[in-house]
Nanobody, 126 residues
Framework: QVQLVESGGGLVQAGGSLRLSCAAS????????MGWFRQAPGQGRGFVAA????????YYKDSVKGRFTISRDSAKNTVYLQMSSPLPEDTAVYLC???????????????????WGQGTQVTVSS
């Protein structure tokens, strides 16, 4: 059974840093794209970042470019999201996703992704 388990969330001050991890189990994900989405209260799930199967291509939501960095360790079946200088508007539940279908704008579409984690809460205080 495939499982994606996020960790590393918590309370952080604006301008600080936080690193989220997503550990995959049940099958190797070294040949699958992986990504991060977030969902704030009362809002839908929105794209944050994604990384290609090889790790050579990364994709970001415009508002997090230059502040967040996605990376992967295929040997550990883990993807990371380094959050630097977070803002209060980054407060949300962050969810890990794995194995995306190809197609137009595939990283940003929720429907592209096959597997999802349960999420980890990130709260940014001002």
């Amino acid at each position: 059974q495939v499982q994606l388990v996020e960790s590393g969330g918590g309370l952080v001050q604006a301008g600080g840093s936080l690193r989220l991890s997503c550990a995959a189990s049940g099958r190797p994900f070294s040949t699958a794209a992986m990504g991060w989405f977030r969902q704030a209260p009362g809002q839908g799930r929105g794209f944050v970042a994604a990384i290609s199967r090889s790790g050579s291509n990364t994709y970001y939501k415009d508002s997090v470019k230059g502040r967040f960095t996605i990376s992967r360790d295929s040997a550990k079946n883990t993807v990371y999201l380094q959050m630097s200088s977070p803002l209060p508007e980054d407060t949300a539940v962050y969810l890990c996703a794995a194995e995306a279908l190809s197609g137009y704008d595939w990283p940003r579409r929720v429907s592209s992704w096959h597997y999802w984690g349960q999420g980890t809460q990130v709260t940014v205080s001002s």
